[in-house]
Every structure is written in C-alpha cells, then in structure tokens.
C-alpha cells in the first residue's frame, strides 16, 4: 500500500527515484546518489559522479530541475584544488544536463564521496517505469557493459590507455537523449543499468511488470578492454554481490564464465534499458547514438531473466 495518494512511484517496484504529483500534469521525480571514486582524475569523477546522479531522473523519464551536491572530502590530506576539480566536474554535467545547482551538503570524512540529490519534472502520464513492460516488447541497452571490469583493470594497471578513456567518455555521458526519445516515442518502462549490474536491474522490470526477460548474451554491448580484462581474471566483489542475489532468478543456458560475470559487473553512470513496443524500435534506434536491441519481454515463465 502506497503512503499517500499523489505518491505515483515509491518503493515497490525498485524504480530508480520516486515520483510524486502536484497536479494532473506535473509530478516531481526525487533521487540521491553518491560514491567514492572510481576514476583518478577529480574532473572527470565529479562529471561521472553528477551523470550518475541525474541518470535516475532520465530513468523515470524526467527532466532533471534542480540538483544539490553531496560531498565528503579528507580536509587536510588532500589540496583543495581537488574539492575545487570535483565540484568543476559535477557543475559542468548539471549544466549539461540544463539543470541548476542550487547548494548542498559536505562533511570531513576519511575516503572522498561525491554524488547529487537532484529534483527533476514529469508528466504523471508520460512515466518511464519498472512496472510498464509487456509481453512482445523489445529490449534495448542505450550503452556498453563493462565499466566495473574496466574500472578494476585500470587499477590494476593492465587496461590500455584507449579502453580507460572509452570507459569515462561512457561514463561522463548524460542518458538525456536516451530518455527524451523514450518519453517520445511513447515507450513506458526503463531502468538505469548501475551498481546491480544488468541482470539485477533486468529482473526488478521483471518483477515489477510480471513478465519475463530474454537476454541475448552475444547482442550485449562490451566497453574496449572488457573481454582482455576478463582473460586476466579481472573481477569485481560487487559482481559476486550481485551474482549470489540474482542466481536463483536466471536461466543460464550456455552462458559462459566470462558472460556471466559481464552481465553481473556492477554499472557506474550506465546506460537506459528500454522495453519498447516493436513499432517504437527502429526510429528509437535512429535517434539514440549506441542504442543495440538486447532482447525481448515475455510472458512470465519459471525465470525472471533468461540468457539466450
């Protein structure tokens, strides 16, 4: 049961913010995120940070509004100009994203965080949900898998300079195109891929909207440097976090070690996973640069999710 009448998305489906109605053609999209780095240089941390952020407005298909900086920094143990680069990067991404920074919050803390509250405007009619897939639709992923793997392989010091600038340039980049095109083409249901990984986030549609989920493993989008990674033996704990919570919900199939751990790598700024009505697929794929067709949406079976 809902706690209040106007509250037209909250907990139960797992969507990506919450949305609440202030009247028949306006409802606010309210989201909070924020992590530690996963990239070294501050500017580029503070774009993925703030992309990652309003990502969740796009999700519900919002327009994000307002934005207030959440930040912890280690006062004393690292310049200022480095707070002054974080803040550089997560105001520019706001901009982009024709947002205002309007304040926010920071405290002392031993580890750097950053991240945003954001405030974005939907119409109560034109939602992107978890709830809205349906049997025949058709999945599409508007970005590449990979960047934990990615990530953890730049740390490591064996990724190429060219797969660690495709991995932020993936990052760094707004889904407001993506979004926008949905909430045009009349799509109704998204979700972000993020810190689940895609087969988490897959299943909350799954369960959310009582269907299920066809992925087909050899359609999905890898970042450069995901498959060498992988054969090095790059692997992420959050990846094993989302492996052991989602297991029981997949057919696996034929899917190999390697695919199974992309489709469990925890996503930092993914991209949008649409469910589309076959008639919308080609012109949205027209119109969103990188967006691949993934799979399809089922009736329910014993599985939330099935890797093809």
């Known amino acids: 049961m809902r706690e209040h009448a106007d509250l037209l998305v909250g907990r139960e489906t797992f969507d990506d913010a919450g949305v609440f109605r202030l009247s028949d053609d306006l409802a606010l999209v309210q989201t909070v995120d924020f992590f530690a780095p996963i990239v070294d240089d501050p500017y580029a941390f503070g774009q993925i940070g703030a992309a990652n952020a309003l990502s969740?407005?796009?999700a519900m298909g919002g327009e994000p509004i307002t934005a207030?900086?959440?930040?912890?920094?280690?006062?004393?143990?690292?310049?200022?100009?480095?707070?002054?680069?974080?803040?550089?990067g997560g105001q520019d991404a706001v901009m982009e994203a024709g947002a205002v920074l309007v304040g926010g919050h920071s405290i002392t803390d031993d580890e750097v965080k950053f991240g945003l509250?954001?405030?974005?405007?939907?119409?109560?009619?034109?939602?992107?949900?978890n709830?809205?897939?349906?049997?025949?639709?058709?999945?599409?992923?508007?970005?590449?898998?990979?960047?934990?793997?990615?990530?953890?392989?730049?740390?490591?010091?064996?990724?190429?300079?060219?797969?660690?600038?495709?991995?932020?340039s993936s990052m760094r980049t707004l889904n407001k195109v993506?979004?926008?095109?949905?909430?045009?083409?009349?799509?109704?249901?998204?979700?972000?891929?993020?810190g689940f990984g895609l087969v988490g986030h897959a299943s909350h549609i799954a369960r959310a909207s009582d269907v299920t989920l066809h992925l087909t493993l050899s359609a999905l989008p890898l970042l450069e440097g995901v498959v060498d990674a992988l054969s090095r033996g790059v692997n992420t704990g959050g990846a094993d976090r989302n492996l052991d919570w989602?297991?029981?919900?997949?057919?696996?199939?034929?899917?190999?070690?390697?695919?199974?751990?992309?489709?469990?790598?925890?996503?930092?700024?993914?991209?949008?996973?649409?469910?589309?009505?076959?008639?919308?697929?080609?012109?949205?794929?027209?119109?969103?640069?990188?967006?691949?067709?993934?799979?399809?949406?089922?009736?329910?079976?014993?599985?939330?999710?099935?890797?093809?």
């Open 56 to 58: 969740d407005v796009y």
């Open 246 to 308: 989602v297991r029981a919900e997949i057919a696996w199939g034929q899917a190999t070690a390697e695919q199974r751990a992309i489709v469990v790598d925890p996503q930092t700024s993914g991209g949008l996973l649409v469910a589309a009505a076959p008639e919308q697929v080609a012109d949205y794929l027209s119109r969103v640069p990188g967006a691949t067709v993934v799979g399809r949406v089922a009736a329910r079976g014993e599985h939330l999710i099935v890797l093809e």
């Open 131 to 168: 709830a809205g897939a349906r049997a025949g639709d058709v999945l599409i992923l508007t970005k590449p898998l990979g960047t934990g793997i990615v990530a953890t392989a730049v740390k490591r010091n064996i990724a190429t300079a060219g797969a660690e600038s495709a991995m932020i």
């Open 178 to 194: 993506a979004a926008a095109e949905a909430v045009k083409a009349g799509v109704r249901c998204a979700t972000d891929i993020t």
């Open 117 to 129: 509250s954001v405030t974005g405007r939907v119409h109560p009619g034109r939602i992107l949900t």
């Open 68 to 88: 207030m900086a959440i930040v912890a920094f280690p006062t004393g143990k690292l310049p200022l100009e480095v707070l002054t680069e974080i803040m550089r």
